[in-house]
């Protein structure tokens, strides 16, 4: 369609009333030649006719009868030569309309890659005028051109990047934000992550004590340090004993292994009918410099018949594991033990990561065994303090806690 008129092109029109002249002349030739109409063929032909064709001794030769066309067209024998005017007609027809066509479509390519040529150069030409106008020299060489060039090029790139810059510059604070708050999360939960997988790797960082196999009914020589030895849990920690049971004296002594803790009716030392109760933490931030921070973070996994040793004054005590339970911080009388046994009683905070509970795992002195019948030591009553308003020993402080402690001055 032409878009200026709305019309058809000159050349399709003519294309197409050529088409329409070459089909109604081949269908005129059709309808009157005598092979392919649709009458019967006779032998007497109109004068006229006869007149416009030339004679053709095969179809002289023919039977006059009348027959169908299909049968005139089978015994008719092939013509190879052009008889009939408007065929010539037809064929000339056709053979102008494919040579104007091929003309016509040669010309556009011919015209297309012309243009093409053209815009290529003109393209060139146009570089080369701007490479000229940049050239501060006219007589530069062409390495200073091409430094030029290399100069304008990477000035572009330094512009597009300056532009990405500036378009995601505007998710900066975002992601300041974001990266402000999941590291305060990080700094405040970190030791929810790290506390479980702290309790199954050894909590003190010691090699394996290799005291596992030893007889428990034997009595075995102890080191001169007053420890703590777990072998499940390849525990091997130093244990502060007497010390006072105040809040700051406890966690100072904490950070340095595990606290002997006492109150009223749990005050007892090791070898003496009641109560030895030792805390150490169960969990702490990664970032703190206390190396006991996951020292009794596998202590669940004691179970009933589990092995605990004491070093205390040169002397090794044996435990065996009796049971566990969760009690609140609060509830030290929990801990109160009136019975006739040298029992102990190791705290710790649960669940990991947290100081919500407190977790106790008691056993039972089995090595020296205790002679009831005898006059065995008893804790002495003037080492006790007041269980009331009292609250056992918890983690470390978080994150919060210590900036709450900092800003109001009671750390």
């Known amino acids: 369609m032409n878009p200026d008129t709305g019309g058809r092109y000159s050349d399709e029109r003519q294309r197409q009333t050529a088409a329409e002249i070459a089909r109604k002349k081949v269908l005129s030739a059709y309808q009157h030649s005598p092979v392919f109409g649709s009458q019967p063929q006779t032998t007497q032909q109109p004068t006229t006719q006869t007149t416009q064709q030339p004679a053709q001794p095969v179809q002289s030769a023919q039977p006059q009868s009348t027959q169908p066309a299909a049968q005139t067209y089978r015994n008719t024998p092939i013509n190879t030569t052009i ?25 556009n390519a011919a015209k297309n890659y012309i243009a093409s040529e053209r815009l ?8 080369q005028e701007r490479l000229n106008s940049e050239t501060l020299d006219p007589d530069s060489t062409d390495n200073e051109k091409i430094a030029k060039t290399l100069r304008e090029t990477i000035r572009e790139k330094a512009d597009s990047r300056f532009k990405l810059k500036k378009k995601h510059k505007k998710f ?13 999360l990080f700094l405040q939960y970190n030791r929810l992550i790290f ?11 010691t090699n394996d004590t290799g005291i ?60 003496q009918i009641g109560n030895t109760v030792i805390t150490g933490h169960s969990a702490g931030d990664i970032y703190s410099s206390n190396q006991y921070k996951f020292i009794f973070s596998g202590l669940e996994r ?38 006739d046994k040298a029992i102990l009683t190791l705290i710790t905070c649960w669940p990991l990561g947290t100081s919500r509970y407190r977790l106790l795992v008691q056993a039972e002195q089995i090595n020296p065994a205790i002679d009831t019948s005898s006059e065995a030591p008893k804790a002495d009553p003037s080492t006790t303090t007041d269980s009331n308003n009292q609250e056992m020993p918890k983690n470390e402080k978080s994150f919060f806690e210590n900036v709450w402690g900092f800003l109001t001055g009671s750390l």
């Open 120 to 127: 290529k150069a003109e393209r060139l030409r146009k570089d």
């Open 212 to 271: 596992s196999a030893i007889d428990p009914t034997v009595s075995t020589a102890a080191s001169d340090t007053n420890k703590l030895i777990i072998p499940k849990l390849n525990v091997d920690v130093p244990v502060h004993f007497g010390i006072n049971n105040d809040t700051k004296t406890i966690n100072n002594a904490m950070m340095n292994g595990v606290a002997h803790f006492m109150v009223s009716g749990a005050n007892a030392f090791p070898g």
């Open 302 to 339: 004691l179970t009933e018949g589990d092995l605990v040793y004491i070093d205390y004054n040169k002397v090794r005590y044996t435990y065996k594991i009796t049971g566990s339970k969760t009690v609140e911080p609060d509830d030290v009388s929990s801990l109160v033990y009136t019975g």
């Open 172 to 184: 900066l604070p975002i992601a300041a934000g974001v990266f402000t708050v999941l590291f305060i």
């Open 83 to 107: 008889s009939n005017p408007d065929l010539q007609r037809y064929h000339s027809a056709w053979q102008n309309y494919y040579q104007k066509y091929y003309n016509d479509y040669y010309a």
């Open 195 to 205: 506390a479980p997988i702290m309790a199954y790797i050894a909590p003190g960082n």
